[in-house]
């Protein structure tokens, strides 16, 4: 499984925005997009105007960072967008939206996606009281994801990463049981 293992703080700065990949960091003056104004790499004094085709394909890449999928997976989401009827911009945003890490990262018990899908990953949540570790799990409406207990008690790691949650806002179509977690 191929996978991005440069600094992903590169990223942003070829974007030219904060796409918090970073988790908290990226709120703090210490991101790199606030620290260095200008892309990675070699720099060249001129300044072209971005064609249409740059442009789209800049949002395409900033969606697929920001959501931490690659280009296959992302021509999937696409494939299947297409298919469905409505308008496939917001049908591909609904289906990137709906896996499973992305919905971990929004009812805030990760600081980023990437830790997001690092706990999907190891097991650590339960939808519908199933164990689920496949990132891209897409969750439907009524699923419940909550954490997966070992016995009766709460592990110290879990404790300590929902403490003071939500640390962000909770989307609407989200509801969060602070008490159940």
């Not at 990675?40 to 949002?59: C, D, F, T, V, Y």
């Not at 891209?136 to 929902?162: C, H, L, M, R």
Request: charged share 30%.
């Amino acid at each position: 499984m191929a996978r991005y293992i440069d600094p992903v703080c590169r990223r942003c700065r070829r974007i030219g925005e904060k796409l918090f990949l970073k988790g908290e960091r990226c709120y703090t003056p210490r991101c790199a997009v606030d620290r260095r104004k200008r892309p990675p790499g070699e720099q060249i004094p001129r300044r072209r105007r971005s064609s249409e085709w740059a442009i789209q394909l800049r949002e395409k890449q900033k969606a697929r960072f920001a959501y931490g999928v690659l280009e296959r997976q992302f021509r999937k989401y696409v494939d299947v967008a297409k298919d469905q009827p409505g308008v496939t911009g917001d049908l591909l945003l609904q289906l990137l939206e709906t896996r499973l890490d992305n919905t971990v990262y929004r009812l805030c018990f990760a600081d980023s996606r990437s830790q997001a899908r690092q706990f999907v990953n190891h097991g650590h949540f339960m939808v519908n009281d199933k164990r689920v570790d496949i990132p891209s799990y897409q969750v439907k409406p009524g699923d419940t994801v909550a954490w997966n207990k070992v016995g009766d008690s709460t592990p110290e790691f879990i404790e300590a990463i929902t403490d003071g949650i939500p640390k962000r806002p909770v989307p609407q179509w989200l509801s969060l049981d602070t008490e159940n977690l």
